[in-house]
């Protein structure tokens, strides 16, 4: 080609032709650094930059609305403790904010890893069951226990709590040992209200 330019350098008796990329290929590597920039900002940065795993927390945050809207706003109490430990509909819902946030420290059966075993009779800043939420929302050890308060809805805590409840007596190994004081059982539930008699069909008056 008569435009064409060899180049000075010289590589093993290899010289090249000065050929500039075409215009297609430089407007394409320019928009690739631009969307870039613009999937850092979005992801990265930005609050509203949407994932798979975002995605997955607002369906969960979705549903679980929807189910609180049947029991209203708990109260972190032990009568309300008591109440929910004995529902096994509400104790997977404990279970499942325990194996999502809590897992990583006390191990996903409860026995302990970084944090105390959960299922041995011992304790360390839980006197009685009331304590239980009140820990979970403020946090002890110095922060090394985090405070969920703004990170958990409160039937989230109240729910987890029961669910960490139930854990006692399972009385699983960990690697930790027994940690803290021997404190006394928990409280029975109160019995459950009994059902009224069916209305007699047909009765005369």
């Not at 929807?66 to 096994?88: C, H, Q, S, W």
């Not at 839980?126 to 946090?139: T, Y």
């Amino acid at each position: 080609m008569a435009n064409d330019q060899l180049l000075d350098h010289e590589y093993d008796g290899i010289r090249e032709y000065d050929n500039p990329c075409p215009g297609w290929w430089r407007l394409l590597y320019l928009a690739t650094v631009l969307f870039s920039i613009v999937y850092f900002l979005f992801f990265h940065v930005g609050t509203a930059g949407w994932t798979l795993s975002d995605s997955y927390q607002a369906a969960v945050s979705d549903d679980l609305k929807l189910r609180f809207a049947e029991i209203g706003v708990l109260k972190a109490d032990e009568p309300t403790l008591l109440l929910y430990m004995n529902k096994p509909d509400w104790l997977a819902v404990g279970a499942s904010v325990f194996a999502a946030n809590c897992k990583s420290c006390h191990g996903a059966d409860g026995s302990g890893m970084i944090g105390p075993n959960l299922t041995d009779d011992y304790y360390k800043n839980v006197q009685k069951l009331g304590d239980i939420p009140k820990v979970i929302e403020n946090g002890a050890a110095g922060g090394s226990m985090p405070a969920w308060r703004n990170r958990l809805h409160p039937n989230e805590i109240v729910l987890v709590a029961a669910f960490v409840a139930n854990l006692r007596g399972k009385n699983l190994p960990g690697p930790r040992g027994h940690e803290g004081e021997l404190i006394p059982a928990w409280p029975k539930a109160p019995p459950a209200p009994a059902a009224a008699p069916p209305a007699a069909h047909g009765a005369k008056t």
